[in-house]
């Protein structure tokens, strides 16, 4: 007998594999690449003992564990859903039904708003003086603004380097601008535990990618130890920028 085999299977087969692959890298950026493989033994010895052998008694107890187990990944992995759900609403064309529903717009700066966030990291690099600022942009950061300081106030160099000063009951936190506002000050950003990340970057960094992989905000970091620039934006980091470059890519609209 001959299996028919259609583009329909073609298909099917793969956008198994691309949600296998995406999953994948979901957990390795997590640190649970050992759960996924253990998670994929488990599936195949259940398709060698219910359908391959046909053990029935052994069969319908993996079944059972099967159904539990949904469940039991659902808690176990609810950052990396909501990771996945969230990627997936921010992709460029998914956005644009989210703020047509919504009735939100992407928060585009102009140079002249964003100059004082330039300008005061370039003060801050040169001084050495650490600092992480998140720039809200499509997706609303209400979470993480509550978890600073409440600030409203004009996007002004002085108050963002004050607020970073070595001094500053609010400096080790993070700075959020919304609406072309600064929102808060000294707020909580989830930390990427993507193992990729060089280890010569430090918990601002971590915090940055953290905070880009589940939002589609610009997160400005300056590092305290170097003086280096860098911005986390989508999951990826743009390292050792300056001050001609910052501005580029803080203004741009992708």
């Known amino acids: 007998m001959f299996i028919e085999f259609g583009v329909k299977d073609f298909i099917d087969i793969l956008l198994v594999a691309f949600l296998l692959y995406y999953t994948y890298k979901l957990m390795k950026a997590s640190g649970s690449i050992n759960v996924f493989v253990g998670i994929l033994v488990f599936i195949l010895i259940w398709l060698v003992v219910s359908q391959i052998l046909e053990m029935r008694l052994l069969g319908s107890i993996f079944d059972k564990l ?8 659902l ?12 990627t997936l609403g921010s992709h460029q064309r998914a956005s644009l039904l989210v703020r047509f529903l919504a009735g939100n717009k992407k928060e585009l700066f102009e140079k002249d708003d964003i100059m004082p966030v330039v300008l005061a990291c370039l003060n801050m690099s040169k001084q050495r003086i650490g600092a992480l600022i998140v720039i809200e942009r ?7 603004v509550r978890t600073g300081e409440l600030l409203d106030a004009n996007i002004n160099q002085r108050l963002i380097e004050n607020i970073f000063f070595k001094n500053s009951p609010l400096h080790d936190g993070a700075m959020v601008i919304s609406k072309k506002r600064i929102k808060a000050a ?11 990340i060089p280890k010569e970057l430090g918990l601002r960094h971590r915090a940055a990618m953290g905070i880009s992989q589940v ?6 970091i300056v590092s305290e130890e170097t003086g280096a620039i860098s911005v986390a934006y989508h999951g990826q980091f743009f390292l050792s ?3 001609e470059e910052l501005e580029s890519i803080l203004t741009k609209e992708n």
């Open 66 to 73: 099967v159904s539990v187990g949904v469940l039991a990944l």
């Open 241 to 243: 920028l300056s001050a």
């Open 215 to 220: 939002t589609d905000s610009h997160a400005v």
């Open 138 to 144: 499509s997706i609303p950061l209400y979470d993480i």
């Open 186 to 196: 000294g707020c909580i950003l989830p930390v990427s535990h993507n193992l990729d």
């Open 75 to 86: 808690i176990l992995f609810q950052d990396e859903i909501r990771h996945f759900l969230i």
